[in-house]
């Protein structure tokens, strides 16, 4: 019921859009939007005090979502950081696709999740069929990807589709990535990545911190002769990330991906600002609430520098609460050196 709820309202805001200027559309998008006293998917801290704040990192105010659309509208490339199965998150990353439409925008929409294969095959359902949301799915042969089950994503999908935006795909495929891995960024395959790793490496306290997350996010169980190469994969995912923004935004773009490409001190926005320096990008990150952490400053450890590498904060309810580093034990133990 919540995504139908979702979809109607996303397409009232176009329709709304044509009929109203600009500030008003958003104003009326903002009013309509998905509220902290609605319900929400995700189960975990929906009573927090920080669900569905909105957070302007450069000087940690709070904004309303009407003046994070008009933020969003204003730029060139949108970025939004997401945790791939809180629904909520995609949820919300429809609503910033609506608002650039209400506002006028026509973005082209990049997915981390779809290869080029995906997105040709995605391309010809629509044209066979292009009211069928639901047929995307076994177009792109969702089920096989590996990614988190297709109803999560379905409403940013819809988003686009029913706008009549284009989808593009930013995902490398799996051998290109462990090609990297094991070759570092000589390995990449397509020269303008390559290129564009190569001309912009990163500052050392840059390449440290996506040294420390890297080896966080695998619980401390990546061999440390492992790093080099993850760091590598990383970039060569970054890169292709920003080249798939930078050549497909006619008028604007936006990147659906995890919230680590969207960091602006390692990820996508350091290449986006080097290919295409004269056009801004504005980041946010969608943030899960956790027990004992109240204040924005609690988060702030998290991301490993002070303010947090995004243009906003956008805090939801969690998904569970088990920590990570529990949850995939035994994935992660595989990754321990045998002796």
């Not at 200027?21 to 995700?42: F, K, N, V, Y």
């Not at 609503?95 to 095959?121: C, H, K, S, W």
């Not at 089920?143 to 819809?158: D, I, K, M, R, T």
């Amino acid at each position: 019921m919540a995504r139908n709820v979702w979809f109607e309202r996303s397409e009232a805001a176009i329709r709304h859009a044509a009929s109203a200027g600009i500030a008003a559309a958003l104003m009326w998008l903002g009013a309509s939007s998905l509220r902290a006293d609605e319900p929400w998917i995700s189960t975990v801290g929906r009573d927090h005090p920080l669900v569905g704040t909105i957070v302007r990192t450069a000087d940690g105010t709070t904004v309303e979502r009407t003046d994070l659309f008009v933020a969003l509208a204003r730029a060139s490339y949108v970025l939004l950081g997401e945790k791939h199965d809180n629904a909520d998150h995609h949820r919300l990353q429809a609503a910033a696709i609506a608002a650039l439409v209400a506002a006028g925008r026509r973005p082209t929409v990049a997915f981390e999740m779809l290869t080029a294969d995906q997105a040709e095959r995605i391309a010809r359902h629509r044209r066979d069929a292009p009211a069928d949301i639901a047929g995307i799915a076994p177009a792109a042969q969702w089920s096989e990807s590996g990614w988190p089950a297709w109803p999560l994503y379905e409403p940013v999908f819809a988003a686009a589709v029913r706008a009549g935006l284009p989808i593009v795909a930013g995902g490398l495929e799996t051998s290109e990535v462990r090609a990297v891995a094991r070759g570092g960024i000589p390995a990449i395959e397509r020269a303008p990545a390559r290129a564009l790793v190569q001309s912009y490496p990163l500052s050392a306290a840059s390449e440290d911190r996506l040294r420390a997350t890297i080896a966080a996010s695998h619980c401390g169980h990546a061999p440390a002769a492992a790093l080099g190469g993850m760091i590598a994969a990383q970039r060569a995912r970054d890169a292709a990330l920003a080249l798939a923004l930078v050549e497909a935004a006619t008028d604007s773009a936006v990147l659906i991906a995890g919230t680590g490409h969207v960091r602006a001190d390692f990820g996508v926005p350091v290449l986006i600002a080097h290919a295409a320096a004269t056009r801004p990008a504005v980041t946010v990150a969608f943030v899960e609430v956790r027990a004992g952490r109240r204040s924005i400053g609690d988060y702030a450890d998290a991301f490993g520098v002070t303010p947090p590498p995004f243009d906003f904060l956008w805090f939801t309810p969690a998904v569970d609460d088990i920590d990570p580093c529990e949850k995939f034990r035994r994935a992660l133990d595989r990754m321990r050196p045998r002796e």
